[in-house]
């Protein structure tokens, strides 16, 4: 799952959302003209594509070059990415003759970050002159979000814990940006332990327009939402790193605390990814999150939940813990605020009434559970020692309490 903040016009900070997505990258291949057999064909194409990789790898402009037209800058964008592997598989080709479309998967792998490769899918055109195969045309396959060089050119800055890759942004912004990571990675370490990988991945894309192509989704949807976490739930250690990706619009407008608290929320949704599953409600997963970012902020729980004490105030305070579509991003920015002020006190109060220990190891047991039904039910008596009843009403005494 993932995170991201959505941006207030009170505090200009913002609540997150999970996703279950990895970012993906296509590339495609084919083969045509006076064509050999289909499995000498394949073999060829596949040959061009480890020529085209190989060229990718060794900044070898002249023999990227050889391989085709498709993406001519793609070397001068990729100039200052720290690429440990890159390479393309082959998985199906469509059509004959002198041109032909393929399905091929991008493996890439980002030195010093992911421990496995990022698996993109692509759809690649080639076309075949003089007896030699050429890609004409690179695109994301259908569905699949398009990849940040593909914006421009990347500007590159590492932190101590964190690697931040942008398009269209002055390099001192990147570099604020990796300040701040840098600060959240060990406050989450701080408050969720060393037992993850303590770096973060940031991706800065251009525009908000930038943002939906990373994403493979419209744009409007992220109006207002300053960062989004992709990763693979569940996933082991050996797996890409989850990549942070900004809104440049709705993020660059936060104050540096808004900033901060952002960011350290999303590297929370980093640390927890690998107990994070399809168990994990997202008023956990995104409350645990914000409790993380919020911890040590020095704000009230008036100050971090104005629509929830609004709610509270005025007698509508909720009577139950948010459900997963409370979390919904097109919806009513007020209630998609109080679904994470609501998980956030729901984290605040295991913290303060049993303990911050308790808390990680609450979290810990829900995500372990084989399913959705029964996890929560499960973790609170095995961890907490108490029902999901009695859970709930000491929650909405606590918020009364807090906000009232």
Avoid at 230 to 240: K, Y
Avoid at 344 to 373: D, P, T
Avoid at 380 to 391: A, N, P, W
Wanted: hydrophobic fraction near 40%; aromatic fraction near 8%.
């Amino acid at each position: 799952m993932a995170g991201r903040r959505r941006v207030s016009n009170r505090n200009r900070g913002g609540c997150f959302v999970a996703l279950g997505a990895l970012l993906a990258v296509v590339s495609g291949c084919g083969s045509g003209g006076q064509a050999p057999p289909p499995d000498s064909r394949s073999a060829a194409v596949q040959q061009v594509l480890d020529r085209r990789a190989a060229a990718v790898l060794g900044h070898d402009s002249a023999a990227y070059e050889a391989t085709g037209g498709a993406d001519p800058y793609l070397l001068l964008d990729l100039a200052e990415v720290p690429l440990d592997s890159w390479a393309y598989r082959l998985t199906r080709l469509d059509g004959s003759g002198s041109r032909v479309s393929a399905d091929v998967e991008l493996r890439y792998r980002v030195d010093g970050y992911d421990q496995a490769p990022v698996v993109a899918a692509r759809t690649l055109t080639l076309r075949r002159e003089d007896g030699r195969w050429q890609v004409i045309a690179d695109e994301p396959a259908k569905k699949s979000g398009r990849q940040l060089w593909e914006q421009g050119r990347i500007t590159a800055v590492k932190g101590a814990h964190s690697l931040v890759l942008g398009v269209g942004q002055q390099r001192n912004v990147l570099r604020g940006y990796a300040d701040i990571a840098d600060d959240a990675v060990p406050a989450v370490e701080d408050a969720w332990g060393k037992d993850w990988a303590r770096k973060v991945v940031v991706l800065v894309p251009k525009s908000l327009d930038g943002m939906g192509q990373l994403l493979g989704a419209p744009a409007s949807g992220y109006q207002g939402i300053a960062a989004v976490t992709t990763g693979e739930a569940g996933g082991s250690g050996a797996a890409p790193a989850d990549r942070v990706i900004l809104n440049p619009e709705a993020y660059g407008v936060l104050g540096a605390f808004g900033k901060q608290v952002v960011l350290t929320h999303e590297t929370a949704h980093v640390a927890t990814r690998a107990v994070t599953s399809a168990a994990t409600p997202l008023w956990l997963s995104e409350g645990y999150a914000d409790w993380t970012g919020y911890r040590n902020a020095g704000r009230t729980p008036a100050q971090a939940a104005p629509e929830l004490q609004r709610s509270v105030q005025d007698g509508s305070a909720p009577a139950t813990l948010p459900e997963d579509a409370d979390f919904g991003f097109s919806g009513d920015a007020s209630k998609l605020a109080r679904a994470y002020e609501s998980g956030w006190l729901a984290c605040r109060m295991i913290a303060e009434q049993w303990s911050e220990a308790k808390l990680n190891s609450f979290y810990v047991a829900v995500g372990g559970h084989k399913q959705r039904s029964g996890a929560v039910e499960g973790a609170l008596l095995s961890v907490l020692g108490i029902d999901e009843q009695d859970f709930v009403a000491r929650w909405r005494a606590y918020v009364r309490a807090e906000l009232g």
